[in-house]
């Protein structure tokens, strides 16, 4: 359960989403309500997918022969997409032959509610189309989602998800999985050599304090876990790495936000004694691959 701090910073209608999702009583019913989703400055901007992607390639480009994706044709793997498809609607608008993703907390009804479609896929379409270009009109862009995402209601590593992939993309999610061993393992037998992944990850505590690194290395992993719930894994980017080799996949990692940690924060001797100041102090981060890419 989360703090009751962070409980009191959201909104009334975020601290009651929350709630009724953890809850022993109110548990069961649905993650998200269209009104929720469709009230959240996050949710409700589709087009922000295609900033993220922009700015994920942009640095991409900084450290590698990166080039930008092309999802053409493409079958596109999305871990997580979380509840309105992800980086599904941009992956089909811009070509891509599937969209395939598993999400533990998916209901389809979400992005079919004529809410949903007039107030959230119509501006994402209008967005997509300045952005690239009028490619497809929107009772096609429509009828494409039909046919084109697939989205399974269970974690990735039991999804009926198989065969090689072309583009694995997760937003904040890697850092969310237990164990990201199963999650990792699944990755490699979809993945062939020249699969394109771009996998954004979240080191932070995930609560808005003024650090993000606020309380999280006081104590070991499993202490932090027990007091605040089973919410990040608090795996650092070398582990990430180091697992993704584990499993035969060559990943580079791209820190996106490298910042200090506060003289007032407390450093415990289970985190010093494993990991270094970047390690420590990568507060996001690119895992990207593979090493040269090209479209
Ligand atoms: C921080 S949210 C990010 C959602 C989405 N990618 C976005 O950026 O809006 C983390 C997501 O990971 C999903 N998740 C947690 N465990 C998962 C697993 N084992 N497999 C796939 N998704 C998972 C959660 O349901 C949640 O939607």
């Known amino acids: 359960m989360p703090r009751l701090s962070y409980l009191l910073s959201l909104t009334p209608r975020e601290t009651w989403r929350i709630l009724r999702h953890r809850l022993p009583g109110l548990r069961g019913g649905p993650a998200w309500t269209v009104n929720e989703l469709m009230s959240s400055p996050k949710h409700a901007r589709g087009i922000r997918f295609a900033e993220l992607l922009a700015r994920q390639e942009a640095i991409a480009a900084q450290h590698m022969s990166w080039q930008p994706l092309d999802f053409e044709g493409r079958r596109v793997v999305e871990i997580g997409c979380g509840p309105l498809a992800g980086f599904g609607p941009l992956a089909i608008f811009r070509g891509a032959s599937n969209f395939e993703s598993a999400e533990p907390e998916w209901d389809p009804a979400l992005l079919r509610d004529p809410a949903v479609v007039d107030t959230y896929l119509r501006v994402f379409h209008a967005d997509l189309v300045a952005l690239y270009g009028p490619r497809i009109d929107f009772a ?156």
Not at 188 to 206: C, M, S, Y
Not at 221 to 249: C, M, S, W
């Open 140 to 295: 096609t862009f429509r009828d494409a989602l039909d046919a084109r995402l697939s989205i399974h209601r269970c974690g990735f590593e039991a999804a009926a998800i198989e065969g090689a992939v072309d583009i694995v993309l997760s937003q904040s999610v890697l850092e969310h999985v237990f164990p990201l061993d199963d999650t990792v393992a699944k990755l490699a037998e979809i993945q062939a050599p020249q699969t394109r992944f771009l996998h954004l990850v979240d080191f932070g505590n995930h609560y808005p304090t003024a650090s993000p690194y606020d309380g999280l290395y006081e104590k070991p992993p499993e202490a932090y876990i027990e007091q605040r719930g089973k919410a990040i894994n608090l795996l650092r980017a070398p582990d990430i790495v180091e697992t993704f080799a584990a499993h035969g996949i060559a990943a580079t990692l791209i820190p996106t936000r490298k910042l200090p940690g506060q003289a007032s924060e407390q450093i415990g001797d289970w985190w010093r004694e494993r990991y270094d100041d970047d390690a420590l102090f990568t507060q996001l981060a690119l895992v990207v691959g593979p090493g040269d890419s090209v479209a």
